[in-house]
Protein backbone atom coordinates (compact mmCIF):
# COMPACT_ATOMS: atom_id res chain seq x y z
CA UNK A 1 0.00 0.00 0.00
CA UNK A 2 1.25 3.57 -0.90
CA UNK A 3 2.07 6.26 2.08
CA UNK A 4 -0.80 8.45 0.54
CA UNK A 5 -2.93 5.51 0.81
CA UNK A 6 -2.03 4.85 4.75
CA UNK A 7 -2.45 8.51 5.22
CA UNK A 8 -6.34 8.55 4.12
CA UNK A 9 -6.43 4.79 6.21
CA UNK A 10 -5.12 6.58 9.42
CA UNK A 11 -6.98 9.52 8.41
CA UNK A 12 -10.25 7.43 8.36
CA UNK A 13 -9.60 5.37 11.66
CA UNK A 14 -9.23 8.90 13.74
CA UNK A 15 -12.15 9.83 12.25
CA UNK A 16 -14.07 6.66 13.42
CA UNK A 17 -12.52 7.19 16.93
CA UNK A 18 -13.62 11.03 17.15
CA UNK A 19 -17.09 9.18 16.65
CA UNK A 20 -16.73 7.04 18.86
CA UNK A 21 -15.33 8.80 21.20
CA UNK A 22 -17.75 12.15 21.02
CA UNK A 23 -20.51 9.68 21.56
CA UNK A 24 -18.42 8.11 24.97
CA UNK A 25 -17.76 12.22 25.68
CA UNK A 26 -21.23 13.16 24.99
CA UNK A 27 -22.70 10.52 27.58
CA UNK A 28 -19.97 11.65 30.41
CA UNK A 29 -20.68 15.55 29.95
CA UNK A 30 -24.83 14.71 30.17
CA UNK A 31 -23.61 12.46 32.88
CA UNK A 32 -24.59 15.46 35.47
CA UNK A 33 -21.36 14.40 37.64
CA UNK A 34 -18.10 17.16 37.95
CA UNK A 35 -16.00 14.36 37.29
CA UNK A 36 -17.72 13.09 33.98
CA UNK A 37 -17.68 16.29 32.56
CA UNK A 38 -14.34 16.99 32.69
CA UNK A 39 -13.39 13.73 31.78
CA UNK A 40 -15.74 14.20 28.99
CA UNK A 41 -13.98 17.38 27.82
CA UNK A 42 -11.02 15.56 27.92
CA UNK A 43 -12.47 12.29 25.54
CA UNK A 44 -13.64 15.23 23.41
CA UNK A 45 -9.85 17.17 23.11
CA UNK A 46 -7.44 13.96 22.69
CA UNK A 47 -9.24 12.47 19.21
CA UNK A 48 -9.81 16.34 17.92
CA UNK A 49 -5.51 16.86 18.66
CA UNK A 50 -5.10 13.24 17.03
CA UNK A 51 -7.47 14.53 13.66
CA UNK A 52 -5.47 17.93 14.01
CA UNK A 53 -1.51 16.36 13.57
CA UNK A 54 -3.51 13.68 11.10
CA UNK A 55 -4.52 16.45 9.15
CA UNK A 56 -1.18 18.41 9.35
CA UNK A 57 0.85 15.45 8.03
CA UNK A 58 -1.69 14.74 5.14
CA UNK A 59 -1.42 18.43 4.17
CA UNK A 60 1.97 18.02 4.12
CA UNK A 61 2.51 15.18 1.98
CA UNK A 62 0.30 16.89 -0.39
CA UNK A 63 2.29 20.00 -0.80
CA UNK A 64 5.86 18.52 -0.52
CA UNK A 65 4.34 15.91 -3.59
CA UNK A 66 2.75 19.24 -5.37
CA UNK A 67 6.22 21.28 -4.78
CA UNK A 68 8.14 17.88 -6.13
CA UNK A 69 5.92 17.63 -9.11
CA UNK A 70 6.45 21.59 -10.30
CA UNK A 71 10.04 20.89 -9.99
CA UNK A 72 9.97 18.04 -11.86
CA UNK A 73 8.03 19.78 -14.92
CA UNK A 74 10.82 22.37 -14.77
CA UNK A 75 13.49 19.44 -14.95
CA UNK A 76 15.21 21.19 -11.72
CA UNK A 77 15.16 17.70 -9.61
CA UNK A 78 18.35 16.43 -8.77
CA UNK A 79 19.50 13.60 -10.72
CA UNK A 80 19.71 10.08 -8.82
CA UNK A 81 23.36 8.98 -10.26
CA UNK A 82 24.16 8.03 -6.86
CA UNK A 83 26.42 5.17 -5.60
CA UNK A 84 24.34 2.85 -3.36
CA UNK A 85 25.14 0.34 -0.71
CA UNK A 86 24.03 -3.16 -1.11
CA UNK A 87 21.18 -2.30 1.30
CA UNK A 88 20.14 0.51 -1.34
CA UNK A 89 20.57 3.95 0.24
CA UNK A 90 22.62 6.18 -1.33
CA UNK A 91 26.33 6.48 0.01
CA UNK A 92 27.37 8.07 2.51
CA UNK A 93 30.03 9.74 0.44
CA UNK A 94 27.67 10.72 -2.64
CA UNK A 95 25.04 11.88 -0.13
CA UNK A 96 27.88 14.02 1.97
CA UNK A 97 28.45 15.96 -1.71
CA UNK A 98 25.02 16.02 -2.52
CA UNK A 99 24.44 17.75 0.60
CA UNK A 100 27.52 19.95 0.32
CA UNK A 101 26.15 20.80 -3.48
CA UNK A 102 22.82 21.64 -2.31
CA UNK A 103 23.94 23.99 0.73
CA UNK A 104 26.06 25.81 -1.77
CA UNK A 105 22.59 26.55 -3.98
CA UNK A 106 20.84 27.11 -0.66
CA UNK A 107 23.62 29.91 0.52
CA UNK A 108 23.11 31.38 -2.88
CA UNK A 109 19.66 32.12 -3.03
CA UNK A 110 18.00 32.03 0.75
CA UNK A 111 14.53 32.98 -0.13
CA UNK A 112 14.21 29.91 -2.50
CA UNK A 113 11.69 27.58 -1.74
CA UNK A 114 13.23 25.29 -4.51
CA UNK A 115 16.52 25.78 -2.95
CA UNK A 116 15.28 24.97 0.64
CA UNK A 117 13.38 21.71 -1.13
CA UNK A 118 16.55 20.47 -2.73
CA UNK A 119 18.04 20.97 0.82
CA UNK A 120 15.49 18.86 2.67
CA UNK A 121 16.33 15.42 -0.27
CA UNK A 122 19.90 16.46 0.48
CA UNK A 123 19.34 16.18 3.97
CA UNK A 124 17.10 13.44 3.52
CA UNK A 125 20.06 11.64 1.50
CA UNK A 126 22.38 11.67 4.75
CA UNK A 127 19.83 10.51 6.82
CA UNK A 128 19.14 13.75 8.94
CA UNK A 129 15.81 13.22 8.95
CA UNK A 130 14.64 15.93 11.36
CA UNK A 131 16.59 18.47 9.74
CA UNK A 132 15.31 17.53 6.16
CA UNK A 133 11.70 18.05 7.77
CA UNK A 134 12.47 21.14 8.95
CA UNK A 135 13.89 22.20 5.91
CA UNK A 136 10.55 20.92 3.90
CA UNK A 137 8.84 23.32 6.01
CA UNK A 138 10.68 26.11 5.20
CA UNK A 139 10.22 25.76 1.79
CA UNK A 140 6.38 24.85 1.73
CA UNK A 141 6.02 28.05 3.56
CA UNK A 142 8.07 29.46 1.02
CA UNK A 143 6.17 27.81 -1.55
CA UNK A 144 3.31 29.43 -0.11
CA UNK A 145 4.05 32.50 0.09
CA UNK A 146 5.23 32.77 -3.22
CA UNK A 147 1.86 31.89 -4.60
Known amino acids: MTPRRWAWVLAAAVAA ?3 LAGIRGWALLTSGEASGVLLGLAVFALPVVGAWVVWREIDF ?3 MQAMG ?3 GDERDLPVDDFARMPSGRIDPQDAQRFLGAERER ?3 HPQDWKSWYRFGLALDASRDRR ?3 AAMREARRLWR ?3
Open 69 to 71: AQL
Open 17 to 19: YLL
Open 145 to 147: AAG
Open 61 to 63: GYA
Open 106 to 108: LDA
Open 131 to 133: RAR
